[in-house]
């Protein structure tokens, strides 16, 4: 079992839905979540950090981090065709050093 | 535009060519990465340097060697590379090593004919 699981997709919505991107983890030590976007050829891109279990919210992204399920969540409102990207999640620990342990990414697609 | 800056951004070398990737940030950050990421896979980490001193290497072949000049510099001197190692290397920084958020730059794609 990989210590973080995250569905690879293709998730495909129409623009204007709102988008959930999950992941789940097996290791409780994990204190600092966070998510990237990567757009094809090009490097990830910071768009969440969040520590410990809550909600917080920048713009139409909002962050989801429940410790009791082991279950992280992004949500995407009023999606556009340029949310279209690879959706990484990552976290750390610090008894291993805070190094990124990722998820395998999700596809997303926003069609017109 | 990424504040981590790579180059170049495409490489295609042989098997026996000495090449190096280069990296610079001005976010006055401490701690500078290099990962490797194949087609479809999450970035892997090499290299972790903090106050210019290398602090972890992942079990990375000799035929990668990092160098850190100074605080804004990080180097990925390559040579007798293999066609596996053909991937997008990719620069990542942050404040210090720990708990602190990473910035990538956009990467080097290699590829090895």
């Known amino acids: 079992q990989k210590e973080v699981e995250q569905d690879p997709g293709p998730l495909s919505v129409p623009e204007g839905a709102i988008v959930s991107l999950n992941c789940t983890y097996s290791?409780?030590?994990?204190?600092?979540f966070m998510w990237y976007r990567q757009y094809s050829r090009k490097g990830p891109e910071l768009l969440m950090y969040?520590?410990s279990s809550g909600n917080k919210e920048d713009g139409r992204f909002t962050a989801q981090v429940d410790k009791s399920s082991k279950y992280i969540s992004l949500f995407i409102r009023d999606s556009q065709p340029s949310d279209s990207a690879t959706y990484l999640c990552?976290?750390?620990?610090?008894?291993?050093?805070?190094?990124?342990?990722w998820g395998a990414g999700t596809k997303l697609i926003i069609k017109p | 535009d990424t504040e981590v800056t790579q180059t170049p951004k495409h490489l295609v070398m042989g098997m026996t060519n000495k090449k190096s990737l280069k990296c610079e940030q001005h976010?006055?950050?401490?701690?500078m990465y290099w990962y490797k990421q194949k087609a479809k896979k999450p970035p892997e980490l090499m290299f972790v340097?903090?106050?210019?001193?290398?602090?972890i290497n992942e079990s990375v072949p000799s035929r990668f060697s990092p160098e850190c000049p100074n605080s804004s510099l990080l180097n990925l001197h390559l040579h007798a590379l293999q066609p596996e190692d053909s991937a997008l290397y990719l620069c990542?920084?942050?404040?210090?090593?720990?708990?602190?958020?990473?910035?990538f730059g956009d990467g080097t794609r290699l590829s090895i004919l």
């Open positions: 976010m006055g950050h401490r701690a």
């Open positions: 340097y903090s106050y210019e001193k290398l602090s």
């Open positions: 990542a920084s942050s404040q210090k090593t720990g708990a602190e958020a990473q910035h």
């Open positions: 969040t520590y």
């Open positions: 990552a976290m750390s620990a610090m008894d291993s050093n805070y190094q990124l342990i």
């Open positions: 290791n409780s030590a994990f204190q600092y």
